[in-house]
């Protein structure tokens, strides 16, 4: 069973946490939460999807040579990673200090999405890879976020009790909650 925490609780954890891990839903919130948890903390910011997952122009990067980079990327001393990839939980949970759960209703992701899609159409984000223009959401992509808690979720705290048993888990479930645990 994950070590749940209070909000509270894991924003004392935070404030003298050096690596942070941020799971959860596409469209949840994951990278905006990461890049303040990143600005405030001044911890290094890094993307699953932008430094591990995507080459240009939506390629998947070998699951290997993935792993090789999780491995370098967790070494480092200071760091914030969003991405819920739970098959390299054995690689990220052991080097984190705090785990932060966004789980937020399917209609807030689905709505972050559209939100998201609207304002960089074309444009890559700050957190995908270059040569990864943001698109259109995909049927397989919308029925991933739809499914999410079914399907998902229950392998993350599957991944939590193998390679992070003694981790605090907190579970955000509002930008008020993001707001609470970042400026607490």
Do not use: H
């Not at 290094?44 to 122009?57: A, F, I, N, T």
């Not at 074309?122 to 270059?130: F, L, N, T, Y």
């Not at 009790?161 to 888990?169: E, I, K, M, Q, S």
């Amino acid at each position: 069973m994950p070590m749940y925490v209070s909000i509270p609780q894991a924003a004392a954890v935070l404030r003298t946490a050096k690596r942070v891990l941020v799971v959860g839903c596409s469209g949840g919130g994951k990278s905006t939460l990461s890049l303040k948890i990143s600005e405030r903390f001044d911890l290094e910011y890094l993307s699953y999807d932008r430094d591990v997952r995507w080459l240009p122009g939506w390629q998947v990067r070998d699951r290997e040579e993935q792993r090789q980079i999780i491995t370098q990327l967790v070494r480092k001393d200071r760091w914030v990673m969003d991405g819920t990839t739970v098959s390299t939980f054995d690689l990220r949970l052991p080097r984190a200090d705090l785990l932060v759960w966004v789980r937020v209703p399917r209609r807030v992701a689905l709505s972050g999405i559209a939100r998201r899609v609207f304002r960089n159409y074309g444009r890559v984000r700050i957190d995908m890879a270059e040569g990864c223009p943001e698109q259109l959401p995909d049927r397989e992509f919308l029925n991933f976020i739809w499914t999410f808690e079914k399907r998902v979720a229950p392998r993350i705290v599957g991944g939590i009790d193998r390679f992070g048993p003694n981790l605090p888990v907190v579970t955000l479930r509002s930008r008020s909650e993001f707001a609470a645990l970042v400026d607490g």
